[in-house]
């Protein structure tokens, strides 16, 4: 079996190198981005010992066409990132994310033999604030009015005022991204979903919700806020935590994920599908940082600043029936055990900079994303 990973220099790709049968072949292709290898501008020892490493933008794979060719699966994992960065950085996060996709699809069109399955490595982010009920009915609201977040107003209401509940985030539910990122991660999916109907290739699209856990790149300050708030805490710094702290994520252990993405490379019979990748629990974000603060065994100096971020959504937690109907019981990492395993990585690292952190929390700022509640 002959493996292509595309972007697995990075933080999942990282982890799911160790999950692939020992007898495959595996080929990475990371351009080994700055802002993510900022750290260590180079491919990890785990991946330089498995893997054959290709540094490469992925919109310039094409050169590479013979080392690929005889690939039986790809696993796409290159793309940019960041929620926040990418409602400003537009154009970088259309090139990375859509045309890469495209210039992917390019090179395995021009393959003697195609793949015979492409696993996507989507995200939560396509479903934007997602399905809400009133009780009666499903319904998906408009979404968040700059009117309401200034006033402190959080919660997503129906048009006549009344509060809704999120529901948990189903696959059929409609797709609607909030970000830049959102859109370019749904671009991926319709690019692939297209490409591979016509091709007959398996198409499995994961939808992973916010993965944390050890070896997430902690130089980098537009991802990853488990490892901002371990920083602060650790650290003893004062934390900012935004909105009312009660908006709520599902926080997914980054080794359930590389093994569930390997799950689907190894599957042998066919296997099309579109599935979430969660605990399907959601947790609040000042239960995150109440249980960071117990792992590290430390008290929490936060501060609830009432500050938003526009295209932020309130709730997010997946539904993980689908995954469980075609590839068995689902049972993820607690946030506790997850924590545990992050905390001991953490502490042999070099912290973010705060520095680091505030500059881009202004950068934000000035670009009219970041802003306060009026009082
Ligand atoms: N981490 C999460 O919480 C999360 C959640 C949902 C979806 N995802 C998706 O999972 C995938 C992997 O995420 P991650 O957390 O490992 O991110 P990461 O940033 O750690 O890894 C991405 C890798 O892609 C590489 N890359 C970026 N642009 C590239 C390009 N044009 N060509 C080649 N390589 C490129 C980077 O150098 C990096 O090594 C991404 O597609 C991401 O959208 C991640």
Redesign the pocket.
């Known amino acids: 079996m002959k493996i292509l990973i595309?972007?697995?220099?990075?933080?999942?790709?990282?982890w799911l190198i160790e999950k692939l049968p020992s007898n495959a072949e595996v080929i990475v292709?990371?351009?080994?981005?700055e802002?993510?290898?900022r750290a260590s501008p180079d491919f990890a020892p785990e991946i330089k010992a498995r893997a054959k490493c290709i540094k490469?933008?992925?919109?310039e794979?094409e050169h590479h066409k013979e080392v690929i060719e005889g690939t039986d699966v790809v696993i796409?994992?290159?793309?940019?990132?960041g929620t926040g960065q990418s409602m400003y950085e537009i154009s970088k996060y259309v090139?990375?994310?859509a045309n890469?996709t495209a210039k992917l699809l390019e090179l395995v069109s021009s393959l003697e033999h195609k793949p015979r399955r492409i696993i996507?490595?989507?995200?939560?982010?396509v479903y934007g604030d997602g399905a809400y009920t009133d009780g009666t009915a499903i319904c998906y609201p408009k979404g968040r009015r700059l009117e309401d977040l200034q006033k402190g107003i959080w919660e997503i209401c129906s048009d006549r005022g009344e509060p809704l509940k999120a529901l948990p985030m189903q696959e059929d539910h409609l797709t609607k991204p909030t970000s830049v990122?959102g859109l370019t991660?749904l671009w991926?999916e319709d690019l692939l979903q297209n490409y591979c109907e016509s091709q007959k290739i398996d198409l499995v699209t994961l939808?992973?919700?916010?993965?944390?856990g050890p070896k997430?790149?902690l130089g980098?300050p537009y991802?990853?806020i488990i490892g901002i708030f371990t920083n602060a805490i650790v650290q003893g710094n004062r934390l900012e935590v935004f909105e009312d702290g009660l908006m709520t994520r599902d926080f997914?252990f980054?080794g359930d994920?590389a093994e569930a993405v390997a799950q689907c490379a190894v599957y042998t019979g066919s296997l099309s599908a579109t599935m979430n990748i969660g605990t399907g629990k959601a947790v609040t974000l000042l239960e995150v940082i109440e249980t960071i603060a117990e792992v590290i065994g430390k008290k929490a100096d936060f501060t609830i600043s009432g500050r938003f971020r526009v295209g932020d959504i309130r709730h997010a937690v997946a539904d993980m029936n689908r995954y469980e109907s075609l590839l068995g019981k689902w049972s993820p990492t607690s946030l506790k055990d997850g924590l545990a395993q992050y905390l001991e990585w953490y502490l042999g690292q070099k912290p973010l900079e705060q520095d680091t952190l505030q500059a881009s929390f202004k950068e934000m700022e000035q670009k009219g994303l970041l802003m306060a509640k009026q009082s």
């Open positions: 595309t972007g697995g220099a990075g933080f999942i790709g990282k292709v990371d351009s080994l981005d802002q993510v290898h490469a933008d992925v919109q794979i796409h994992l290159a793309a940019q990132t090139q990375h994310n890469g996507l490595s989507s995200s939560r982010a990122y991660k991926q939808r992973f919700q916010n993965v944390y997430q790149e980098n991802t990853g997914v980054v994920v």
